[in-house]
């Protein structure tokens, strides 16, 4: 096969040439918006209904649902969804046609005056962590964009008319399998545990592809997680800095004494005034710290950043306290690695989990945090999986499985768990699985959540004050 990934190394090179855009949604009419201002034909396929090409840019032609790529086309540019093993892929490779991912296709457009890529990857905390890293830069007064999963298309904002100074990039391993030559400033990894791989051929392959932020100036690592560390530590690079959420060693960021500190042990920023709470958001504001200090970014920049930056929804959201009851919205947890670190937050839980586990093993996480655990409320695809390890590993802990998947599950989940919990405890969303057994997105499962806790919040209220008129109506009597 005839590798041709160097006849495309410039914005240039794509004019004149037919090119191939797999997905028509965001990142694809991204891409074919580029590619058009670029001169080049472009094709679009998606699997979807015909409506979704009603987006797509004047020139764009939409070919609907195909499984093989049409004569003449010269190059792929692929949208993240689309799994390695997809008949255009391996039509693509008989031909040796070049398949650009969306990150891979950014790079290789980005002007004379390009942003320096700060990217983050890691099986959890990646868009936490771009989120802290983009409130520090613009504390710092410097012009930059969180991009990747979140917020505006990186494509588009490699294009800008008033160009990005830094990027702060979140990298899934979707996005680089089909990168090849991106060199970022500066690259995080911030842990690997087992996920998704229903789509990745194996786990060694899905870390394999999380390692590759680490091709640029700037390589940093999570100390703490040993499956980052062991590849870090055989890497050459030329600058490698790491954290860790501890005392430091020499040359690393860390926590000293409660403070956040740099590599020089300079405090940053208290550890409680992280937020959203938690060790692993804690990693995830320190490795924001490394990264913003490889352009320059101050201690007291960094720290302002972090300090005035806003969570996003559904990770670690505090909703309300009913009772001395504590309810916790950590829909985003969508694999057995996050629910771990959530877990790790709270001391007395009462746990809401399942969904799809997309082939995640669930015993580890069951095993170390049972002792947490006053009780479980388990719903979606692989609700029984879950049961089966807590039988396993806490015979003994009160279980409530929940088995309808319409629009009132979540409201018997909380009903369930909310009959479960006394004062002190909390009831933690934290599903240990992906949601599109039952929502479209772990932002619409969060929402139910939310919706289901408020209207037992409401119900509280109005029985309280029921209870409140009957005791007046005894004291007139």
Request: charged fraction near 20%; glycine fraction near 8%.
């Amino acid at each position: 096969m005839v590798d041709q990934q160097s006849d495309f190394a410039a914005p240039e090179d794509f004019a004149g040439q037919t090119v191939l855009v797999c997905g028509a949604r965001l990142a694809g009419t991204s891409a074919a918006r580029a590619l058009l201002a670029l001169g080049a034909q472009v094709l679009v396929t998606d699997s979807g209904p015909a409506r979704v090409a009603d987006g797509l840019p004047a020139g764009a032609r939409f070919l609907g649902a195909i499984t093989d790529v049409p004569p003449g086309v010269q190059a792929l540019v692929t949208s993240p969804g689309l799994r390695p093993d997809h008949p255009l892929f391996s039509a693509a490779r008989t031909r040796g046609l070049p398949v650009f991912g969306e990150l891979e296709f950014a790079w290789r457009i980005r002007g004379e005056r390009a942003a320096r890529w700060l990217m983050v990857t890691g099986t959890n905390g990646k868009t936490t962590t771009v989120r802290m890293l983009e409130s520090i830069l613009i504390s710092a007064g410097i012009r930059t964009l969180a991009v990747g999963n979140v917020g505006v298309p990186i494509i588009d904002a490699v294009l800008a008319e008033e160009p990005y100074q830094v990027l702060a990039v979140e990298a899934s391993s979707f996005q680089l399998h089909h990168s090849a030559t991106i060199a970022p400033w500066a690259g995080a990894l911030l842990n690997i545990a087992p996920d998704h791989l229903d789509w990745h051929d194996s786990m060694q392959q899905y870390a394999m592809e999380k390692t590759k932020v680490w091709a640029g100036t700037y390589a940093v690592a999570n100390a703490d997680d040993p499956a980052v560390a062991g590849p870090f530590a055989a890497i050459r690079a030329e600058h490698k800095r790491s954290f860790v959420v501890g005392e430091p060693s020499a040359g690393q960021y860390g926590v000293h004494d409660g403070m956040l500190v740099d590599d020089r042990q300079r405090p940053l920023l208290p550890v409680d005034d992280v937020r959203p709470p938690g060790a692993h958001n804690t990693a995830n504001a320190l490795a924001a710290a490394v990264l913003a200090e490889t352009v320059g970014v101050t201690p007291q920049q960094i720290a302002a950043g972090l300090r005035a930056f806003v969570p996003d929804p559904h990770r670690n959201e505090f909703l309300v306290e009913l009772n001395g009851v504590r309810y916790v919205d950590d829909s985003k947890a969508t694999n057995p690695h996050a629910a771990a670190a959530s877990l790790a937050a709270f001391g007395r839980v009462i746990w809401i989990a399942g969904g799809q586990l997309k082939g995640a093993p669930v015993d580890g996480l069951v095993a170390e945090f049972a002792p947490r655990m006053r009780a479980a409320v388990l719903l979606g695809q692989d609700r029984d999986v879950i049961a089966a390890a807590l039988a396993r590993h806490a015979p003994d802990l009160p279980v409530i499985i929940v088995s309808r998947t319409d629009d009132d599950a979540m409201r018997d989940v909380v009903a369930a768990a909310t009959s479960l919990a006394a004062a002190g405890d909390v009831v933690l969303l934290a599903p240990a699985a992906a949601s599109l057994d039952m929502y479209p997105d772990y932002a619409t499962r969060g929402r139910a959540f939310a919706t289901a806790v408020a209207e037992q919040a409401a119900h509280r209220a109005d029985a309280g004050q029921a209870d409140a008129g009957q005791a007046d109506a005894g004291q007139t009597l």
